[in-house]
């Protein structure tokens, strides 16, 4: 089993960065392929970004391409999304997932965190 924590998000201006982290523990960190989703409220989760077991191959979902960058250290088994230029439409709750296939769909990823809030204002 794997267990992820997330935890940097909160409230911020639009045009603000964050960098949320995701702390995985029980299985080795470096086994899976690791990615984002966001959720909002009566609306599914969406991908945002996903990067490779090594760490390569960072991909990202049209909406933030340029604005977000996925990163991880397997080292700290932890894997971070940095979001710059936030925009009150990135307001939503932000989950990290783990799977062992190369996927943006939220059906092949096993393992989930318990998300973490981010609130953009205006």
């Known amino acids: 089993q794997l267990s992820l924590v997330e935890s940097g998000g909160g409230l911020v201006q639009a045009g603000d960065s964050l960098t949320l982290s995701c702390a995985a523990s029980?299985?080795?960190?470096?086994?899976?392929?690791m990615a984002w989703f966001r959720q909002v409220p009566g609306r599914g989760r969406e991908f945002q970004a996903r990067?490779?077991?090594?760490?390569?191959?960072?991909t990202y979902a049209d909406s933030v391409k340029g604005r977000f960058t996925i990163f991880r250290d397997n080292v700290k088994n932890t894997v971070y999304l940095r979001m710059n230029s936030l925009k009150p439409e990135d307001t939503a709750i932000y989950y990290c997932?783990?799977?062992?296939?190369?996927?943006?769909?939220?059906?092949?990823?096993?393992?989930w965190g318990q998300g973490t809030h981010v609130t953009v204002s205006l």
């Open positions: 990067i490779f077991r090594d760490g390569s191959d960072p």
């Open positions: 997932a783990a799977t062992s296939v190369w996927s943006d769909d939220d059906r092949t990823y096993p393992y």
């Open positions: 029980g299985r080795s960190f470096n086994l899976y392929n």
